[in-house]
């Protein structure tokens, strides 16, 4: 866990955005499928998209249905940071953040469904709050 610090949330009224960044450690950044999921305490965890951070920067990212259009994952290997710009916010998406890798130490291209199984290694989460 001490690999993946995910840090930018905060409150914000709906309409409003944010911009998330998960800071990897190089091992595990590299050539690795990274993703966000979300978590409110009357949820389960939901993913919500991942990019695979290896080949062509951005050429492999999946959303879900929910953020489509609003949110967009990308990433910095200088920075060995993944970004998830939350645009357009809504109330519904307020829930803590999570940032998570499928291994400690990359691994296979991201395949769509995001499923929380699929990703082995977790940061702590970071806290969105969208007010009506």
């Known amino acids: 866990q001490g690999d993946l610090l995910a840090s930018g949330g905060g409150s914000v009224q709906a309409g409003g955005s944010l911009r998330l960044s998960c800071v990897a450690s190089?091992?595990?950044?590299?050539?690795?499928?990274i993703g966000w999921f979300r978590q409110t305490p009357e949820k389960a965890r939901e993913g919500v998209a991942m990019?695979?951070?290896?080949?062509?920067?951005?050429?492999?990212?999946y959303y879900a249905d929910s953020v489509k259009g609003r949110f967009t994952i990308s990433q910095d290997n200088a920075k060995n940071t993944v970004y998830l710009q939350m645009n357009s916010l809504k109330p519904e998406d307020t829930a803590m953040y999570y940032c998570?890798?499928?291994?400690?130490?990359?691994?296979?291209?991201?395949?769509?469904?995001?499923?929380?199984?699929?990703?082995?290694?977790w940061g702590q989460g970071t806290q969105v709050t969208v007010s009506s």
């Open positions: 998570a890798a499928e291994s400690p130490y990359g691994g296979m291209p991201c395949e769509s469904p995001i499923k929380e199984a699929d990703f082995g290694h």
């Open positions: 190089e091992l595990t950044y590299d050539s690795n499928c």
């Open positions: 990019i695979y951070t290896g080949g062509t920067p951005g050429l492999i990212t």
